[in-house]
């Protein structure tokens, strides 16, 4: 498809509400008509405050790049970051010292790809993007994703670092282990992003729990569970307690309750009723946290807990938007 100029600062640059029934009745599949095109103002989103990857997506989207290239390189920002110990490089390791990583991304055709307990490599996302693109799988784990890395180019990287070698040594004092509402205030960073031609792709990386068990897998290299798009619909991601998340099959929950006619906002808010209407949910002792974007680009984001908070750029500014939450007693 012809990459249509990006119009920047323009009346036709303001979002549009574009009706489903416009979308449908575009004769080549994929193809938006050009009404609907001159509407789209690309945008990206993602789960907590982090500004530096929304910032560097929309940098990407700003200079007509694809929407899997700016989840990929927005979330990367974050990988690269050792001060963020939720993901990649400085992300707190699992009960026995090791950081292992979990992320998948997925594009507009519905293709994807995951690695699961990926160690020594910092850029997850990208391995994952590999699996998607080089391999008839879409999901590796363990010794044979690294091994796979390896192979791909990927440099090996000791994960662990000072800050938190020292905090596990502290951790291990006790050895509690229990998951930890809103740690620090972010964890997962999931990304959703659209491009000009009104493509929707996504991101999702995590080193997990923190001091989890070996071999734990949580939410996040999980399509269906961390992630989920429907070029069609919209996107999904999760982030907070993955277990509560895969029980759900959160984000492919809330894209099929958009295409069932919610808006983003009210799909994330049944998605979290679902976790929190469980019988003996104990929902008051872990967080989870949806954002959602759907086609028309109208965003949503749903908590268990206060504190959630989506990003959003639009046009080259970062928004923070507090998210509401389920638990207000
Ligand atoms: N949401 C990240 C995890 O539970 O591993």
């Not at 600062?9 to 004769?27: H, K, R, W």
């Not at 991304?105 to 693109?133: P, T």
């Not at 994703?145 to 990287?157: I, V």
């Not at 929902?283 to 949806?290: A, C, E, I, M, T």
Request: glycine fraction near 10%; charge should be negative; include cysteine.
């Amino acid at each position: 498809m012809q990459r249509r100029k990006f119009i920047k600062n323009s009346a036709l640059g303001v979002t549009g509400i574009v009706s489903s029934s416009i979308l449908a009745s575009s004769e080549e599949k994929n193809i938006l008509p050009v009404s609907v095109i001159k509407s789209i103002k690309p945008m990206v989103v993602c789960t907590w405050h982090f500004q530096n990857a929304t910032s560097k997506a929309w940098e990407v989207l700003n200079n007509g790049g694809n929407a899997l290239d700016a989840v990929e390189q927005g979330v990367m920002v974050e990988e690269a970051d050792p001060t963020n110990e939720t993901v990649g490089l400085g992300g707190r390791p699992d009960r026995d010292g090791h950081v292992t990583l979990d992320a998948c991304i997925m594009n507009h055709e519905g293709k994807c790809g995951s690695v699961v307990a990926l160690q020594n490599i910092v850029h997850a996302i990208s391995v994952a993007r590999k699996v998607m693109e080089t391999t008839p799988h879409v999901m590796l784990a363990g010794l044979g994703a690294e091994q796979f890395a390896y192979e791909s180019g990927f440099k090996k990287t000791y994960l662990l670092t000072e800050s938190t070698k020292k905090q596990y040594d502290e951790w291990k004092k006790t050895s509690l282990y229990e998951p930890v509402i809103n740690i620090e205030n972010h964890d997962t960073i999931g990304m959703l992003a659209m491009d000009e031609n009104g493509d929707i792709a996504g991101a999702c990386t995590s080193s997990g729990l923190a001091y989890k068990m070996a071999g734990r897998v949580g939410d996040s290299p999980i399509i269906g569970s961390g992630l989920f798009i429907d070029n069609e619909i919209g996107g999904c991601v999760a982030t907070g307690l993955g277990e509560e998340v895969v029980k759900t099959v959160g984000s492919f929950l809330v894209v099929e309750l958009m295409r069932q006619g919610k808006t983003p906002q009210e799909a994330c808010e049944e998605a979290i009723n679902r976790i929190v209407n469980k019988p003996n949910s104990d929902y008051k002792n872990f967080q989870v946290g949806y954002i959602a974007l759907n086609k028309q680009g109208v965003t949503g984001a749903y908590a268990i807990h206060q504190y959630f908070s989506m990003t959003k750029n639009q046009d080259g500014t970062n928004e923070q938007i507090a998210s509401d939450y389920f638990n207000k007693i």
